[in-house]
C-alpha cells in the first residue's frame, strides 16, 4: 500500500487549504482514510477520519473548521481547511487502516501546512 498526499503550503490566518491523498496497492475494501497532524515538538495528534461508508471523526480543535470527504472509486480521501490558525501549523499525515484479524495500518509521507502572516 502506498499513500501520496498532497495540497500543503503556505497560507495566512484565516485562509484555506484542500489536502489530498490517494492509496494505492492492495486493501481492504472497508476502511478508515484520516489526517493526522504533528506540530514541532509535538505528538502526532487525530485531526479526522472517514470510513468507507462515509462516517466522519474530527478532534474538537477542528471541528467546524475542517471537513473530511472521501471518493471511494478514486481511493481518494481530501481535507478542506478553513479559517486556518496559527496553531493549525504542521506536517499532516495520511493514514489507512482496517482491521482484518489483525491491523493494518499505513501512513504517507507527510506535506507541511504553515500558517503565518
Known amino acids: 500500500v502506498q499513500l501520496q498526499a498532497s495540497g500543503g503550503g503556505l497560507v495566512q490566518p484565516g485562509g484555506s487549504l484542500r489536502l489530498s491523498c490517494v492509496a494505492s496497492g492492495s486493501f481492504f475494501r472497508s476502511n478508515f482514510m484520516g489526517w493526522y497532524r504533528q506540530a514541532p515538538g509535538k505528538q502526532r495528534e487525530l485531526v479526522a477520519d472517514i470510513t468507507t461508508g462515509g462516517i466522519t471523526r474530527y478532534a474538537d480543535s477542528v471541528k467546524g473548521r475542517f471537513s473530511i470527504s472521501r471518493d471511494n472509486a478514486k481511493n481518494t480521501v481530501y481535507l478542506q481547511m478553513n479559517s486556518l490558525k496559527y496553531e493549525d501549523t504542521g506536517v499532516y499525515y495520511c493514514?489507512?487502516?482496517?482491521?482484518?484479524?489483525?491491523?493494518?495500518?499505513?501512513w504517507g509521507q507527510g506535506t507541511l501546512v504553515t500558517v503565518s502572516s
Open positions: 493514514n489507512l487502516r482496517w482491521n482484518v484479524l489483525r491491523e493494518y495500518d499505513f
